[in-house]
């Protein structure tokens, strides 16, 4: 994983962008509510698959038009909410939508959970899935945030006046970011660190 520092509003707003011609065609109404300072540990391509698979699990469920209803939160501990009043899901159903391979749609391949699920407990997070018939689905997602601490040297970088903006800033970070993914892995196993 190329794990760096990843702003969950950015990454939200640019896979809604991805989405939103979907969204409009189906009739659906989006509801926005991003706190824009959410940073998270984390590889931004695989995030984004995970939002991606949610975001069309809730289209899905939401054929005939409906409300999505998104959310990004939580400084110390951050998460995704992505809500809609679709159907929902019956409680025997609901008890196997991590399997691999399943599926209740005719054209589905049953992955996209499972997917989700692998690439949040690579992240050390977790999945919640939160479903009853006629009451819509609501997914939380929880991640690790994003601890400038464990950039020790970042005082030299500064002072040379290596960090000149935030764009510049991330990039530069990268080689950096790798380190301290080992370091926060090391932390993890002495019972440190952002795992839940
Ligand atoms: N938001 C939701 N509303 C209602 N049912 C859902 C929702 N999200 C998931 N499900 C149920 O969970 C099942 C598994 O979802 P998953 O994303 O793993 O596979 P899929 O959507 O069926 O197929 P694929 O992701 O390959 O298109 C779905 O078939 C559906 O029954
Ligand atoms: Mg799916």
């Known amino acids: 994983m190329a794990v760096r520092q990843v702003n969950l509003g950015t990454l939200m707003h640019g896979v809604l962008d991805l989405e939103k011609d979907m969204l409009a065609l189906q009739k659906i109404s989006l509801a926005c509510d991003i706190d824009p300072d959410i940073n998270v540990r984390g590889d931004p391509e695989k995030l984004k698959q995970v939002l991606l698979n949610l975001l069309a699990n809730a289209r899905d469920a939401l054929q005939q038009g409906g409300n999505l209803h ?12 992505i809500l809609d009043n679709g159907p929902g899901i019956d409680p025997a159903v609901l008890q196997n939508v991590f399997d691999p391979f399943f599926t209740t749609k005719e ?10 699920r692998k690439i949040v407990d690579q992240h050390g997070g977790s999945v919640h899935l939160d479903s009853s018939p006629g009451h819509g689905t ?3 997602v929880r991640l690790a945030p994003w601890e400038e601490k464990a950039l020790p040297f970042i005082p030299n970088r500064v002072a040379t006046g290596y960090r000149c903006n935030a764009s510049s800033g991330v990039t530069n970070v990268r080689p950096r970011s790798r380190a301290c993914a080992t370091s926060s892995r090391a932390e993890r196993a002495a019972g440190h660190g952002g795992a839940r």
Not at 109 to 114: E, N, Q, R
């Open 70 to 81: 998104v959310r990004v939160d939580g400084t110390e501990a951050p998460y995704v909410e």
């Open 107 to 116: 054209a589905g391949t049953g992955l996209g959970l499972a997917i989700v």
């Open 138 to 140: 609501k997914v939380t």
